[in-house]
């Protein structure tokens, strides 16, 4: 076995970082969606612009009830939105291309509880593969093991 100069015995793998063919990437996904069209001509789709998108995105992530949402978007008539409603939010939403989904799990347990335990979870080869298939990894990752 090779020795390097502080005397550690150096193992090689010649096909570590060796690249398949083939395999479906998530641009080549992005590329079978079929609003790409419109994800080319509008970069926010499905919402209108910037601004529209960061509204979005603060109503999507604040926690509200769908009432309370409605309420705040009935107040908003003077800013043009691309969603008037709670319901049409979420239906913009559920367009925009989604990670890995979560699952979850009755667990059996032998102790008596006031409800089933329920473990939650994603699979891992789906997390890893959102994660190599994700463009900002490209050129950051190395397939080497040391």
């Not at 989604?98 to 997390?127: A, M, N």
Request: aromatic share 16%; with cysteine; hydrophobic share 45%.
């Amino acid at each position: 076995m090779p020795v390097d100069s502080l005397g550690r015995v150096l193992v090689t793998f010649p096909r570590a970082a060796e690249i398949f063919e083939g395999g479906e990437t998530f641009l080549t996904r992005f590329e079978l969606d079929p609003y790409l069209v419109c994800r080319r001509l509008v970069p926010f789709y499905p919402f209108a612009n910037l601004d529209d998108w960061r509204v979005a995105n603060f109503l999507l992530t604040s926690g509200l009830s769908m009432r309370a949402l409605d309420e705040f978007l009935s107040l908003q008539a003077n800013m043009p939105l691309s969603f008037w409603t709670a319901k049409d939010l979420r239906a913009h939403a559920e367009l925009l291309p989604s990670g890995p989904r979560w699952k979850f799990q009755i667990v059996p347990t032998t102790h008596s509880t006031k409800e089933p335990i329920q473990l939650y979870f994603r699979d891992t080869l789906d997390c890893v593969e959102a994660l190599f298939n994700h463009p900002f990894f490209e050129d950051k990752m190395d397939f080497t093991p040391f």
